[in-house]
């Protein structure tokens, strides 16, 4: 068994910034990609940065220069700094990685998200 579990989520002003943690634990050979997405109240799940096991990142165009996503392998966390924050931002963020739980076995994981609130 596998678990991601967020913390960092709150309340913050806008042009505030947050930082988002996600801890994966249990039965873990490796995680190759780990990454936030984001949903919106009456939106649709969307990406918004992933980071591979080697470093390499991928943003969405709408966090691009604001965000930076970052990991820790050893702690099997992956991180999100936000900066600049606008209402626009405002969403449950979740995390995700795709973990390998045995050799050549592996399977996409779901944390349960943190809320971000960015207030105007």
């Known amino acids: 068994q596998v678990q991601l579990v967020e913390s960092g989520g709150g309340l913050v002003q806008a042009g505030g910034s947050l930082r988002l943690s996600c801890a994966a634990s249990g039965s873990i050979v490796s995680i190759r990609n780990m990454g936030w997405y984001r949903q919106a109240p009456g939106k649709q799940r969307e990406l918004v940065a992933t980071i591979t096991n080697g470093g390499a990142t991928n943003y969405a165009d709408s966090v691009k220069g604001r965000f930076t996503i970052s990991r820790d392998n050893a702690k099997k966390t992956v991180y999100l700094q936000m900066n600049s924050l606008t209402p626009e931002d405002t969403a449950r963020y979740y995390c995700?990685?795709?973990?390998?739980?045995?050799?050549?076995?592996?399977?996409?994981?779901w944390g349960q998200g943190t809320q971000v609130t960015v207030s105007s």
């Open positions: 995700n990685a795709d973990v390998f739980f045995q050799y050549f076995r592996n399977r996409e994981y």
